[in-house]
């Protein structure tokens, strides 16, 4: 499988290099860096940091689709957008884990999945997406009178907040107590704030350092406390688990799919 790399010299986009130049059956095919990033015409293995794959650094997303079977993309919003839109024209797989999408996004996902598979996650590790079923089931389980709390945190460098996988852990927790995340979620406090809501999920934001992504669910009861914690050291996780998702949509049917179809998860 030939993979594309969107970003391929970004933080994420290198981790991917390295991790396609390591799984059987894949190889770069292309990968493309945004106008005038200096990346532009360097080899990507060479950008990785696992020496020359003959493969340059290009600015056109058309050319990238072309050489490509699968792309995988970690970039921006925008550059998000405009890759789902290219999967839905070529039919070719898309690995989305670019976070911060929003209602555009989810609107073009639709569209292009009607053509292509593609796969979204906040978070490819499979810790993570066990976290996530453990939150659900936790959820089902323990009523109101548990109030559920995520906090994450993550390196000084991130733009978006909460982190998108907070928010997918918003999401399976909601999903637990059968409410809309959006009619629940709290998502700064700051003041006079009154009292906890019964019911409410709570989301707190820390940014420093080079922390990878730390998340934990914490399900607050009178006399006790549940936690479920996720701590990523590596960004290789996340790579190894974007091209896992990449080979399994070879011959896969057109339709949106998420980490846990990939990984066999159901809850
Ligand atoms: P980064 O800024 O290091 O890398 C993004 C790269 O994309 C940059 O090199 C940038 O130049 C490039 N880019 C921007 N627009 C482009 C375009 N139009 N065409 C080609 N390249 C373009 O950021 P990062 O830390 O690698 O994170 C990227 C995204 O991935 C973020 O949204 C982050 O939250 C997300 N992320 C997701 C996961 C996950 O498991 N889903 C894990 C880590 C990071």
Redesign the pocket.
Known sequence: MRIGI??????????VAQAVAAAEGCAIGAG????G?P?LGQDIGELAGIGSCGVRAV?E?AR?FADSDTVID???????L??IKLAGETGKALI?????LGAEHDKALAAAAKKAAIVK?????VG?NLALLLAEQAARTLDDDYDIEIVEM??R????AP???ALSLGEAAAAGRRVALEKKSVRARDGHTGARKRGDIGFATLRGGDV??DHTVIFAGDGERIEIGHK?SS?A???Q??VRAALWTKGRQPGLYAMKDVLGFSA
């Open positions: 969107v970003g391929c010299a970004g933080r994420m986009g290198r981790m493309t860096e945004i106008a990033s990346a600015a997303a990238l970690f970039s921006s919003p925008a550059a998000t405009a890759h989305v884990g670019t976070t911060g996650a906040a978070n490819f590790s993570v993550h390196h460098h991130k733009v978006d982190s998108g996988t990878v992504g990523a960004r996780v996340f790579a688990g974007a």
